[in-house]
């Protein structure tokens, strides 16, 4: 089964200093059919002001992960995390049993451009933990670099859940494939550009979710593009 979430059909939220696309139900938007995929709960395309940001608030048993598209991002948390994320580079932030943290655009100048991710842990009330991974580079060039695994593979970072994120960046009329595993999801997320897949042509913003599907799926870019590959229990 090919579940398809266009960018334009996300709920919006955000303020002045925020622009906001929620791919499933967070804040304000609410849809019972958009509540999550598997233990994927949340992917938000975050665009703050320059100097703005999220305020000091609580989280408690949730995987959170920011990957920063363009700018920079400033992390600060009460459990003693911290740093800026800038442009490639993954944040991790191990929620566990509660955590406090604030989240601002880290220049006074150029807005900061993000995806802010959910996902549900496989345990519950662990320590609150903290990390970041370098800067993607050539790595994911015509390839599957890892981002985030459960075991840490391959420099990722260990997230408590049997899921692992992948980017991969393509030129135009490039091609990558990812073998599917029986009994698993994947969710292709655009960031950039525009690529075929599952005969589909998607852009920035846009995604699909495959269930139950068998083989391997195939990317191929028209623009050079970035793509985000969850694989999900």
Do not use: C
């Not at 509660?98 to 496989?122: A, R």
């Not at 933990?129 to 391959?154: C, F, I, K, N, T």
């Amino acid at each position: 089964m090919i579940i398809d979430r266009p960018g334009a059909t996300r709920g919006k939220g955000g303020a002045g200093w925020l622009d906001s696309r929620h791919t499933f139900s967070f804040a304000s938007y609410y849809d019972p059919a958009w509540m999550g995929f598997g233990p994927l709960r949340v992917i938000n395309e975050d665009r703050v002001a320059p100097g703005a940001g999220f305020a000091s608030h609580r989280h408690a048993n949730m995987e959170i992960l920011s990957y920063v598209l363009a700018g920079a991002l400033a992390h600060r948390d009460d459990n003693g995390g911290g740093g800026v994320v800038r442009a490639g580079e993954l944040q991790w932030m191990g929620a566990g049993h509660g955590i406090e943290h604030s989240e601002y655009n880290g220049s006074d100048s150029e807005p900061v451009h993000f995806l802010q991710i959910w996902i549900q842990p496989d345990r519950l009330n662990a320590a609150p933990a903290y990390a970041q991974r370098a800067p993607v580079g050539h790595e994911a060039q015509g390839h599957w670099a890892l981002l985030a695994s459960p075991d840490g593979a391959e420099g990722s970072i260990a997230i408590r859940q049997d899921a692992r994120l992948f980017v991969t960046r393509l030129d135009s009329g490039a091609s990558l494939e990812h073998a599917l595993a029986p009994h698993r999801r994947y969710w292709v997320q655009v960031t950039r550009g525009t690529v075929q897949v599952a005969g589909r042509t998607l852009a920035a913003g846009d995604a699909i979710g495959l269930v139950e599907e068998e083989g391997a799926i195939r990317l191929v870019a028209g623009e050079a593009a970035e793509v985000l590959l969850f694989d999900l229990p």
